[in-house]
């Protein structure tokens, strides 16, 4: 029997949630049981209220707001737990097409795919500032860089999983999960993919979006930690390069003058040549170091598998 879990991180989301729940499937081509789950994040509005009105059939309560990463990840084992075979992630503004869900989970039913992600038309969604829509682009190419994917729209919440694919997600950003968890896939070799699906009208303004200033300056904060922590001796030895070659300019102008026997010492200009080749061989180090303990990571996210595996009785 193939269940599907249809999970949908809430806070405060009372007015919405009833919408997004009168859209989503109770059965689907392919599945032979469509569950809810509805992860209410400390919310201090009637959102717990209406989750059970509408009979969702799994309901995690946070009592403080843990932010949307921990949301996500506690609906992934908790999914897990209920015996999903797939897991599909929405939001609770109802930004996604509810009858897009076949189309996304089309690509694992085949066999094509661990996990879907569903690419929106981002240059077509009219509430999207431009800033936002340039860095929907942005952040999309760092994370096709970083995992060697290529997926179009990495910031999109709309996405599926299959069973072996959710034990593998581990989310360390507490701001959002969705560039973090398709590097993980990339790294881990897991084959992931897109489809295109359609978004309904705005209901209410993003949560992540408080100012396209905040916003900018926070995805551009995850993106970097994302690629320090993926990809760590690649960030260290790029951020080296700049300090070292630089020093290494400044120190080749000093021996210039020094051969053409010039009056002045231009001491002042060696230290600084001096400084800068340290950083950038102090950073190199730092990249070994952090490359080292991703290996140790890589281990530990292996241990971590494994005790899913059996605490969830995967074969």
């Not at 403080?64 to 992630?89: M, S, Y």
């Not at 039913?109 to 509430?127: C, T, Y």
């Not at 292996?302 to 605490?311: A, F, I, N, P, T």
Request: charged letters at 20%; proline letters at 4%.
């Amino acid at each position: 029997m193939t269940k599907l879990i249809i999970q949908i991180p809430c806070y405060n989301e009372e007015h919405t949630l009833g919408i997004t729940l009168d859209a989503l499937p109770r059965q689907l081509p392919g599945i032979d049981l469509v569950e809810w789950l509805v992860i209410d994040d400390g919310s201090r509005d009637r959102t717990f209220e209406v989750a059970k009105a509408y009979g969702v059939d799994h309901i995690i309560r946070f009592s403080t707001n843990q932010g949307l990463a921990k949301a996500f990840i506690a609906g992934i084992e908790a999914g897990l737990k209920a015996g999903a075979d797939l897991i599909v992630n929405t939001d609770a503004d109802n930004q996604y097409c509810a009858e897009d869900i076949p189309l996304l989970i089309q690509p694992i039913l085949l066999g094509q795919a661990a996990i879907v992600i569903g690419a929106r038309p981002i240059w077509e969604i009219r509430h999207f500032s431009l800033s936002k829509k340039l860095l929907q682009k942005l952040g999309s190419w760092v994370v096709r860089l970083a995992s060697n994917t290529h997926i179009p729209d990495a910031p999109s919440g709309f996405r599926a999983f299959s069973r072996e694919a959710a034990m593998q997600i581990n989310v360390f950003n507490n701001y959002t999960y969705t560039l973090e968890t398709i590097i993980q896939a990339g790294q881990k070799g897991m084959t992931i993919t897109s489809v295109p699906i359609r978004t309904n009208s705005v209901l209410r303004p993003s949560r992540l979006v408080k100012s396209p200033a905040s916003y900018v300056m926070r995805s551009l904060f995850t993106i970097l930690r994302i690629f320090m922590l993926y990809k760590p001796l690649r960030f260290f030895l790029i951020s080296g390069s700049i300090p070292f070659s630089l020093g290494f300019l400044l120190g080749c102008r000093w021996l210039v003058y020094f051969w053409l026997g010039t009056d002045r010492t231009r001491i002042p200009s060696l230290i600084l040549a001096a400084i800068l080749i340290l950083i950038g061989f102090q950073l190199w180090m730092f990249g070994l170091v952090a490359d080292l303990m991703a290996a140790n990571r890589r281990l530990l996210e292996e241990v971590q598998l494994r005790l899913r595996r059996r605490d969830y009785d995967y074969d």
